[in-house]
Every structure is written in C-alpha cells, then in structure tokens.
C-alpha cells in the first residue's frame, strides 16, 4: 500500500476502505506519512467528501489513536453535550451542574477557544486554581461524588485528531463535515459517554453560517454516532447575535452563576434548559422533554444545580471564595463604555464582529499558543429588540491593554445596529434532528 495511491483514489471521488484508513493514519502518527501527504488526502477529503462508513471508520481509528476511557464501571446513565462553537456561550458551564443535579452522570471533555469563538475551558481555567487536567480514575471519582466533570483533552487521548486538525488549520480545510465530525466523535467516544446531545450552532459567529450548512453536519454528527452504538441527538440553535450578556471568561462564569441562581439572561438558560432536558430523556431520566424542563426548572429554583456547581469547583480545585463573591475574581484595569448613537431599537449584535472585539481585548487567542487573560471581556447592558436612547451605554469594553480597547472599541460599534422600528428578540433553539 503507498499513500500516494490512496490520495489518488479519494482526490478521484472514490470511497477509501477501512485498511486504507489505518494505513494512512497510523502511518502519519508513526512519521512514515509526511505532513505534506497528509495535508493532500485532507484537501482531498474537503473536495469530494466521504460516506457515512469512511466518516464511521476514520472516527474509530482517531478514536483508537490513543486513550479510550472506560466508564462502565461508573454508576448512572453517562451523556454529554458539545457545542461547535460560538459567542458568550457559557451554556456548558450551566447546563453541566443542571443535568448532574437531575440524576445524569456528566462526563464533559471541553476545548479551549480559538478566533472568534469562545472555549469552555479557558472559562472553568478563569476561575482561581480550577485545574481541567484529569485522571480517568480521578474522573470516575468526580462523576460518582459529584455527578459531572469537565476537562481537557489529555496528550494520550485521540492525538490522531490533535495533529490532523493543526494540519486542517493551516490548509484551509477545517470546514469540511466529514473532518469536522470525525474531530468531534473520536474526542467524544474517547471519553466513555453512552450518548451525546450536540449543540450545532448557526449564524455569523458560528462555523456553519448557514441553516443548511448546519442541518448538514447535524445529519452526519447523528449518524456517525449512532454507526458507533451512541445515542445521538443534534439541537441547531441561533448564533447570530452574542449568548447572554456577557462575552470574555470570568465575566461569563460570573453570568453563569446568575443563571443557577436564577437570575441569569433568558436566552441562555432556556438554552441550557432546553438541551439538558434533551440529555434527560436520552439518559433515561424523564420520559418527555416536558417532564425534564419541568425538573431541570424545580432543580434552579431550589438550588441543586448551584450546589451542584460549587460542589464541582471545589472538586476541581476551584476557589469557591470567587464563585461565591464574584468581585474577588480577576479584574481587568481599564474600562470603556460603548455608547449608542441613536435612539430606537437593537437591531443585531453581529456575533463574529463581538468575538474579534473580544479577542482584540484579550480574552480570546488567534493563534493556538495565544495567551488569554481571564479579566478581559464584553458585558452588554442591551440585547436585540431592547429599546435605547442616544447617548445610552450599550455595552462596556474591559481590557489590560489600553490600545487594545482603541483597536476594539470600532469593531465592537460597527457590530451594533440601530433600528427605527421594534425588532422581535428571536427564538435560540431552531430545529431538533434525530431527537425524542
């Protein structure tokens, strides 16, 4: 078998078999496949796609490329929720301690940020001496005392993934499904989860831009995991405007405990209601999604789910003393607010222009080796359809770097539009594939 042979077969549209695959990747793993070969078969891919058996089978052998945790031995049905990425989404870090408080066992690797979108565990790793790095046995500790964890992606875990997708980054190939959902699944099942309930963002601070784009990767994420034996279920939700009222990463763990107690922003606690609720019949534990809202909102309003969080800080080495008192979290020296120029409605807030403006302040990386600073960040003081005077503060720019804030502030303006006439909020979870 040479690999030439098999970059030819795919770039000629043709389906690769399964020992094809474990050639190619366990031969770029091994360094007897160069980077350049590599790159070519993944251009390839991009062009001419896969069927659902190519996706199936290059998903095992990434997954197999490393570590496959092994939770059978962990008490409770085990689902997870992942999100392909957006803008103040901090739904993960509400959502985890709501499942776990209903009866699931949550077992949540996250990733990090990168360009425009947001990453989990830069949220969890704001919080002071919260650490994601994880033993499988410490896991399974995790998960039967306090009923979820969420941590990174170890260096023995899927590494097929970790190389082939720094290689997507620099040849323009990251958008391709079949890629998009091999990264993911592989990830996933390493993990030991029974099933998964993927967030599939759409809009302009999404990777799918558009309706279409998204149905697309929900259908192959669906029956991809379901070729694997997981229970799958893909949520599509609007990621045109910003999630909550916050963008950065302690301002969002701030939100987020507002949420779980019951103070947080609408639209991101029906999001994270309406997903768990999702995870909730696929676990087992409710029988209807009417049944699991209704618990999901009995467990916010008696204070399981913020036990639950704080109960998870401490796990994970967190200081409870910040989550409690969020003024003693990180702080960042400059501030600038943003003022409207008109009165009327908010039109949109552009997610993509917001998570540039964020990243400009600090709080995001452009590069995977970018620093990222846990005070920076974006807190709105309106969302779309508020009314504003002229004059008004829409939002206020937190930064440690005051040419940062110039170099933010014009972008973040230009990402707010005002309209003369009422602008209805819009609806966040759009369309349910493969669900109950």
């Known amino acids: 078998m040479r690999a030439v042979d098999i970059i030819m077969k795919k770039r000629e549209g043709e389906r690769l078999g399964r020992d094809e695959l474990v050639f190619f990747v366990n031969g770029y793993l091994a360094g007897e496949i160069p980077d350049y070969q590599m790159s070519a078969l993944l251009m390839a891919v991009y062009f001419r796609g896969m069927s659902p058996e190519e996706t199936a089978s290059l998903t095992r052998i990434m997954r197999d490329s490393g570590e496959v945790i092994d939770l059978s031995a962990v008490r409770g049905t085990k689902i997870d929720k992942h999100s392909t990425g957006g803008v103040g ?48 046995e410490r896991l ?83 029956e991809t995991g379901r070729g694997l034996g997981k229970k799958v279920t893909a949520v599509i939700t609007d990621m045109d405007e910003p999630l909550g009222y916050t963008v950065g990463n302690f301002c969002e763990v701030r939100e987020t405990c507002e949420c779980l107690q019951g103070r947080g922003p609408d639209d991101v606690t029906e999001l994270a209601i309406g997903l768990t609720s999702h995870m909730l019949v696929m676990g087992g534990v409710c029988s209807s999604l009417e049944e699991a809202e209704a618990r999901c909102r009995e467990k916010l309003e008696n204070g399981a789910a913020w036990a639950a969080f704080l109960k998870h800080v401490a796990f994970q080495g967190g200081d409870v003393r910040v989550i409690e008192d969020p003024e003693k979290g990180p702080a960042a020296v400059y501030s600038r607010p943003l003022l409207c120029p008109d009165e009327g409605y908010i039109g949109r807030i552009d997610a993509y222009k917001t998570g540039l403006a964020a990243c400009m302040l600090g709080a995001g990386r ?44 014009p972008l973040l303006s230009a990402a707010v539009t005002v309209s003369k006439d009422p602008v209805s909020a819009g609806m966040r979870m759009l369309k349910v594939i493969g669900g109950a």
Not at 94 to 119: D, I, Y
Not at 159 to 177: F, I, N, Q, W
Not at 207 to 212: G, H, S
Not at 385 to 396: F, H, L, R
């Open 89 to 136: 989404d901090k739904v993960s870090l509400v959502l985890a301690p709501l499942a776990a408080s209903c009866g699931l066992k949550v077992p949540m690797m996250a990733g990090r940020g990168l360009g425009h979108t947001g990453g989990t565990l830069d949220k969890c790793s704001s919080i002071p001496g919260f650490s994601v790095r994880m033993q499988p």
């Open 140 to 222: 399974k500790k995790a998960l039967a005392e306090v009923g979820y964890a969420i941590i990174g992606q170890s260096e023995d875990m899927v590494p097929a993934d970790r190389l082939m997708y720094a290689l997507r980054d620099v040849t323009a190939t990251v958008e391709s499904v079949p890629l998009i959902t091999a990264s993911i699944l592989s990830k996933k099942c390493a993990e030991g989860s029974d099933g998964f309930v993927f967030d599939v963002k759409t809009g302009s601070g999404a990777f799918m831009k558009t309706m279409e784009e998204a149905e697309i990767l929900a259908g192959s994420l669906c």
């Open 366 to 409: 452009l590069k995977k080796d970018d620093d990222v600073d846990p005070a920076c960040g974006i807190v709105f003081r309106k969302k779309r359809g508020d009314t504003v005077s002229k004059g008004e503060e829409i939002a206020m720019l937190m930064s440690n770097s005051e040419a940062a804030m110039k170099e933010a502030g």
